[in-house]
């Protein structure tokens, strides 16, 4: 079946640095793929999506490419802020997999000051 | 403000005594859909529904129920809760008109404690 698979975490990073968060996926057909990100106590919220190959999905400085050569929808991000401090989850949704949405097992970020 | 309901935010129970989540939505979605959220195993979806009286497994059913009998509901029902169900919960609408290609909104989540 369709899965997703990021990075592990947690990822702890000093404010300025270069984000890289690794996802790859295996799906039957083309599906979309999205980052949603959760902040604490709250709930999930799409911050940016990419939905045929070589699309590159982008939002609040984070960006992530459509690799279908490679399986991979990466999200990177050149300066990362303290306010980054989350989880971020990979996921996918194909309507040839059954209309079925899978996320990935997330990935905490901490940014340190 | 358009958004997505869960009630209660926060609940404990004890074994096998039947209990509902309900979720509501106010953006006219046709899709909705139920996720747990457990640590280490990401969101794993429960049901979801492609409209009214239409709903379908998603990858782990087995102890829940759940119905859609308007548009803007979408209850969870566990009819005999065990404590491997304590979870965090989410709710979530997406207005389908490019299919799942369209964003998903999320509830504030559930958080159900099964003792």
Request: aromatic fraction near 12%; charged fraction near 20%; glycine fraction near 10%.
């Amino acid at each position: 079946g369709d899965s997703v698979t990021q990075m592990e975490g947690p990822v702890t990073l000093s404010e300025e640095a270069f984000l890289t968060i690794n996802c790859t996926y295996t799906a039957t057909g083309y599906p979309s793929l999205f980052w949603y990100v959760q902040y604490p106590g709250e709930g999930l919220q799409l911050l940016l999506k990419a939905t045929k190959a070589d699309d590159k999905g982008s939002n609040k400085g984070f960006e992530a490419t459509y690799r279908k050569e490679t399986t991979s929808f990466h999200l990177e991000k050149g300066s990362v802020q303290v306010s980054d401090s989350a989880v971020y989850f990979c996921a996918l949704s194909s309507e040839a997999g059954g209309f079925k949405t899978i996320f990935g097992a997330g990935t905490r970020l901490f940014v340190k000051a | 403000e358009a958004q997505v309901t869960q009630n209660p935010r926060y609940l404990i129970t004890v074994t096998g005594k039947k209990l509902t989540v309900t979720c509501s939505q106010n953006m006219n979605h046709e899709y909705m859909s139920w996720y747990r959220q457990d640590p280490g195993l990401g969101l794993r979806q429960i049901y979801y529904s492609m409209n009214v009286e239409v709903t379908d497994k998603g990858d782990v059913p087995e102890g829940y129920k759940v119905s859609r009998k308007e548009k803007r509901n979408f209850p969870l029902i566990l009819e005999s809760p065990s404590p491997n169900q304590t979870s965090l919960y989410f709710c979530a609408s997406n207005p389908f008109g490019r299919g799942l290609a369209e964003t998903q909104y999320f509830g504030p989540g559930t958080r159900l404690l099964v003792l």
